[in-house]
Protein backbone atom coordinates (compact mmCIF):
# COMPACT_ATOMS: atom_id res chain seq x y z
CA UNK A 1 0.00 0.00 0.00
CA UNK A 2 0.88 3.25 -0.56
CA UNK A 3 2.13 5.56 2.60
CA UNK A 4 -0.14 8.45 3.35
CA UNK A 5 1.69 11.64 4.22
CA UNK A 6 -0.35 14.06 6.61
CA UNK A 7 0.10 17.43 6.78
CA UNK A 8 -1.07 19.68 9.64
CA UNK A 9 -2.13 23.38 9.70
CA UNK A 10 -2.14 23.91 13.40
CA UNK A 11 -2.93 27.61 13.39
CA UNK A 12 -4.02 29.09 9.73
CA UNK A 13 -4.72 32.60 9.31
CA UNK A 14 -8.16 33.40 9.55
CA UNK A 15 -9.68 31.59 12.58
CA UNK A 16 -9.36 33.12 16.50
CA UNK A 17 -9.85 31.95 19.46
CA UNK A 18 -13.23 33.35 20.00
CA UNK A 19 -14.18 30.27 17.63
CA UNK A 20 -11.44 28.14 18.67
CA UNK A 21 -10.11 28.90 22.17
CA UNK A 22 -7.61 26.15 21.87
CA UNK A 23 -5.90 28.08 18.94
CA UNK A 24 -2.29 28.26 19.18
CA UNK A 25 -0.87 31.90 19.09
CA UNK A 26 2.51 32.19 20.43
CA UNK A 27 5.29 30.52 19.26
CA UNK A 28 5.81 28.77 22.08
CA UNK A 29 2.25 27.24 21.11
CA UNK A 30 2.59 26.44 17.92
CA UNK A 31 5.79 24.79 18.68
CA UNK A 32 4.16 22.59 21.27
CA UNK A 33 1.04 21.71 18.95
CA UNK A 34 2.95 20.72 16.04
CA UNK A 35 5.09 18.55 18.16
CA UNK A 36 1.95 16.78 19.32
CA UNK A 37 0.26 16.61 15.55
CA UNK A 38 4.12 14.93 15.02
CA UNK A 39 3.89 12.46 17.90
CA UNK A 40 0.06 11.59 15.77
CA UNK A 41 1.51 11.04 12.86
CA UNK A 42 2.01 14.48 10.72
CA UNK A 43 5.16 14.43 8.48
CA UNK A 44 4.62 17.83 7.44
CA UNK A 45 3.25 21.54 8.89
CA UNK A 46 1.86 23.93 6.97
CA UNK A 47 3.36 26.70 8.94
CA UNK A 48 1.14 30.23 9.92
CA UNK A 49 2.43 32.67 12.86
CA UNK A 50 0.59 35.04 14.20
CA UNK A 51 0.98 38.45 16.80
CA UNK A 52 0.72 38.54 20.26
CA UNK A 53 -3.20 39.83 19.59
CA UNK A 54 -3.41 36.46 17.49
CA UNK A 55 -3.66 39.08 14.11
CA UNK A 56 -2.15 36.68 11.57
CA UNK A 57 1.87 38.23 10.45
CA UNK A 58 4.23 37.55 7.64
CA UNK A 59 6.98 38.83 9.98
CA UNK A 60 10.30 37.22 9.78
CA UNK A 61 11.46 37.32 13.19
CA UNK A 62 8.13 35.60 14.22
CA UNK A 63 8.50 32.79 11.57
CA UNK A 64 12.00 32.22 12.59
CA UNK A 65 11.23 31.64 16.05
CA UNK A 66 8.64 29.50 15.26
CA UNK A 67 10.97 27.15 13.06
CA UNK A 68 13.76 26.87 15.83
CA UNK A 69 11.00 25.65 18.69
CA UNK A 70 9.88 23.41 16.32
CA UNK A 71 13.19 22.33 15.16
CA UNK A 72 14.44 21.91 18.47
CA UNK A 73 11.30 19.07 19.26
CA UNK A 74 11.40 17.16 16.55
CA UNK A 75 12.39 17.05 12.53
CA UNK A 76 8.68 17.13 10.65
CA UNK A 77 9.24 19.29 7.14
CA UNK A 78 7.99 22.82 7.42
CA UNK A 79 6.19 24.28 4.74
CA UNK A 80 5.35 27.95 5.23
CA UNK A 81 2.60 29.85 4.00
CA UNK A 82 3.44 32.91 1.15
CA UNK A 83 -0.67 33.06 1.29
CA UNK A 84 -0.76 34.94 4.46
CA UNK A 85 -3.53 36.12 5.29
CA UNK A 86 -6.44 38.63 3.30
CA UNK A 87 -4.72 41.83 2.51
CA UNK A 88 -1.36 41.62 2.55
CA UNK A 89 1.19 42.76 0.02
CA UNK A 90 2.98 39.74 -2.24
CA UNK A 91 6.32 41.54 -0.74
CA UNK A 92 4.96 41.36 2.68
CA UNK A 93 3.89 37.87 1.99
CA UNK A 94 7.39 36.23 -0.12
CA UNK A 95 9.66 37.75 2.67
CA UNK A 96 9.88 34.63 5.14
CA UNK A 97 11.26 32.27 2.54
CA UNK A 98 15.01 33.92 3.04
CA UNK A 99 14.75 31.26 6.48
CA UNK A 100 15.39 28.37 3.99
CA UNK A 101 12.39 26.44 5.31
CA UNK A 102 12.28 22.82 3.28
CA UNK A 103 8.73 23.91 1.24
CA UNK A 104 6.28 26.53 1.21
CA UNK A 105 3.36 27.26 -0.87
CA UNK A 106 2.49 29.02 -3.78
CA UNK A 107 -0.80 29.90 -4.46
CA UNK A 108 -1.28 29.75 -8.16
CA UNK A 109 -3.79 32.36 -8.89
CA UNK A 110 -5.90 35.39 -7.58
CA UNK A 111 -9.21 33.70 -5.55
CA UNK A 112 -12.43 34.49 -3.64
CA UNK A 113 -12.01 33.84 -0.07
CA UNK A 114 -15.37 34.19 1.45
CA UNK A 115 -16.08 38.19 1.35
CA UNK A 116 -12.24 39.10 0.43
CA UNK A 117 -10.02 37.41 -2.20
CA UNK A 118 -6.29 37.22 -2.63
CA UNK A 119 -4.16 38.38 -5.35
CA UNK A 120 -1.98 36.14 -7.18
CA UNK A 121 -1.02 37.14 -10.54
CA UNK A 122 1.29 35.33 -12.77
CA UNK A 123 3.87 38.40 -12.33
CA UNK A 124 3.35 37.40 -8.70
CA UNK A 125 3.88 33.70 -9.54
CA UNK A 126 6.42 34.20 -11.24
CA UNK A 127 8.32 36.09 -8.25
CA UNK A 128 7.72 33.59 -5.31
CA UNK A 129 9.12 30.89 -8.17
CA UNK A 130 11.98 32.75 -8.31
CA UNK A 131 12.43 33.66 -5.30
CA UNK A 132 11.69 29.67 -3.78
CA UNK A 133 14.55 28.46 -6.55
CA UNK A 134 16.91 31.16 -5.29
CA UNK A 135 16.75 29.20 -1.29
CA UNK A 136 16.28 26.25 -2.48
CA UNK A 137 12.63 25.70 -1.23
CA UNK A 138 10.04 23.19 -2.73
CA UNK A 139 6.97 24.93 -3.80
CA UNK A 140 3.52 23.78 -3.20
CA UNK A 141 1.37 24.64 -5.87
CA UNK A 142 -1.84 25.60 -4.11
CA UNK A 143 -4.75 25.66 -6.51
CA UNK A 144 -8.20 26.40 -5.78
CA UNK A 145 -9.90 26.56 -9.47
CA UNK A 146 -8.84 24.28 -12.73
CA UNK A 147 -7.45 27.64 -14.40
CA UNK A 148 -4.54 27.51 -11.85
CA UNK A 149 -3.45 24.09 -12.38
CA UNK A 150 -3.08 26.12 -16.03
CA UNK A 151 -1.50 28.94 -14.24
CA UNK A 152 1.36 26.48 -13.03
CA UNK A 153 1.76 24.45 -16.00
CA UNK A 154 3.10 28.09 -17.44
CA UNK A 155 5.48 28.52 -15.04
CA UNK A 156 6.77 24.73 -15.81
CA UNK A 157 6.68 25.89 -19.47
CA UNK A 158 9.17 28.88 -18.24
CA UNK A 159 12.06 26.79 -15.99
CA UNK A 160 10.90 28.06 -12.99
CA UNK A 161 9.63 25.07 -11.38
CA UNK A 162 11.22 21.77 -10.95
CA UNK A 163 10.04 18.30 -11.26
CA UNK A 164 8.45 16.49 -9.51
CA UNK A 165 5.26 19.12 -9.13
CA UNK A 166 3.58 19.33 -5.64
CA UNK A 167 0.39 19.95 -5.81
CA UNK A 168 -1.94 21.08 -3.17
CA UNK A 169 -5.85 21.02 -4.10
CA UNK A 170 -7.70 23.72 -1.62
CA UNK A 171 -11.48 23.03 -1.82
CA UNK A 172 -14.66 24.39 0.10
CA UNK A 173 -13.89 27.54 0.97
CA UNK A 174 -16.81 29.75 0.34
CA UNK A 175 -16.60 31.44 -3.18
CA UNK A 176 -14.35 28.82 -4.52
CA UNK A 177 -14.56 25.33 -6.09
CA UNK A 178 -16.45 22.55 -3.33
CA UNK A 179 -14.95 19.41 -2.00
CA UNK A 180 -16.63 16.81 -4.54
CA UNK A 181 -14.96 13.48 -5.92
CA UNK A 182 -16.16 14.51 -9.01
CA UNK A 183 -14.18 17.89 -9.12
CA UNK A 184 -11.04 16.35 -7.61
CA UNK A 185 -10.96 13.75 -10.34
CA UNK A 186 -10.60 16.44 -12.64
CA UNK A 187 -7.91 18.25 -10.83
CA UNK A 188 -6.03 14.71 -11.16
CA UNK A 189 -6.84 14.50 -14.77
CA UNK A 190 -5.66 17.76 -15.60
CA UNK A 191 -2.29 17.39 -13.50
CA UNK A 192 1.44 17.29 -15.60
CA UNK A 193 3.19 14.07 -15.18
CA UNK A 194 5.32 13.49 -12.18
CA UNK A 195 2.91 15.22 -10.30
CA UNK A 196 2.12 14.46 -7.15
CA UNK A 197 -1.07 16.01 -4.46
CA UNK A 198 -2.33 16.56 -1.63
CA UNK A 199 -6.39 17.68 -0.63
CA UNK A 200 -7.54 20.41 1.48
CA UNK A 201 -11.10 20.84 2.87
CA UNK A 202 -11.58 23.52 4.25
CA UNK A 203 -14.56 26.10 5.74
CA UNK A 204 -14.22 29.52 6.67
Do not use: W
Request: proline residues 6%.
Amino acid sequence: MNKVVITVAVTGAETTRDRCPNLPITPEEIADSTYEAYLRGASIVHLHVRNNDGTPTQDVNVFKRAIELIRKKCDIVIEITTGGAVGMSAEERIKPVSLEPDMASLDCGTVNFGDDYIINTLPIMRHFASEMNKYKVKPTLECFDYSHIESAKLLIKEGLLKEPYHFGFVLNVPGILPYTPKILCQMIVLLPSNSCFTVMGTEI
